[in-house]
């Protein structure tokens, strides 16, 4: 009996040493990949964080990780030192990387707008530079341009965007975002078009942006 103890507790020792020269290996293993690779650091989130959360409360929520500096996002963060009295702007999820972009004051924060009346919610696909690098919000206003085969229109513009998810797994884009917009038929139908036959750029407009599209553009146009 006293064999089959001693045999037990062998037994549950090395099975712990294994767990742990695991748990190291795959601890080196980030590391090993990114032998060669240029890196930099940035604040990534570990978990969801909701809109209009306070950067005080981000300290068990977020990491500083080594990435290739090619994925990293303009305005990057590295710590939440100068975020004090700031809030997220928009929704992020685990493994989005933090931007000063994502931070500003409580009170210019705006929530998303409820669906005007006679409108209909629609969410597209959208890459990070073709989204102004991934700086649109909910609440914003958007410019849309589609590109057909060397053809460009700006068919849409003070678009109403209710809701930003950045980094969705599933996603077919290289950020994996996806903007909710409100939109009427005929704007939903250009939409859904130009993301299924053609290309969709987002431009982030105010109230003194002037849409002054002459209606098509082609290569001609640009180089005559």
Do not use: C
Request: hydrophobic share 45%; proline share 4%; net charge negative.
């Amino acid at each position: 009996m006293k064999k089959q103890v001693i045999a037990i507790v062998v037994a549950a020792v090395l099975a712990l040493l294994a767990v742990v020269a695991l748990v190291l290996y795959a601890k080196n293993a980030d590391d090993r990949a990114l032998e060669g690779t240029e890196t930099v650091e940035v604040l990534q989130a570990t978990e969801d964080i909701a809109v209009k959360t306070p950067a005080s409360e981000l300290a068990g929520k977020v990491e500083l990780v080594k990435v290739p500096k090619s994925v990293q996002i303009p305005g990057a963060l590295t710590s939440l030192e100068d975020l004090e009295g700031q809030v997220t702007t928009v929704a992020l999820v685990a493994g989005d990387q933090l931007s000063a972009a994502k931070f500003a004051d409580p009170e210019s924060v705006k929530a998303p707008d409820a669906v005007p009346d006679g409108m209909q919610e629609l969410t597209i696909p959208i890459a990070g530079a073709n989204l102004v690098g991934g700086a649109v919000k909910a609440g914003d206003r958007v410019g849309v341009f589609t590109t057909y085969g060397g053809t460009t229109a700006n068919p849409i513009n003070q678009l109403l965007v209710l809701k930003v998810d950045h980094g969705v797994a599933g996603s077919d884009t290289a950020t994996g975002t996806l903007v909710t917009v409100a939109v009427t038929t005929l704007e939903a139908q250009q939409l859904v078009n130009a993301q299924l036959a053609g290309v969709i750029w987002l431009s982030l407009q105010n109230d003194t942006t002037v849409s002054d599209s002459p209606g098509t553009i082609t290569q001609q146009d640009v180089n005559p």
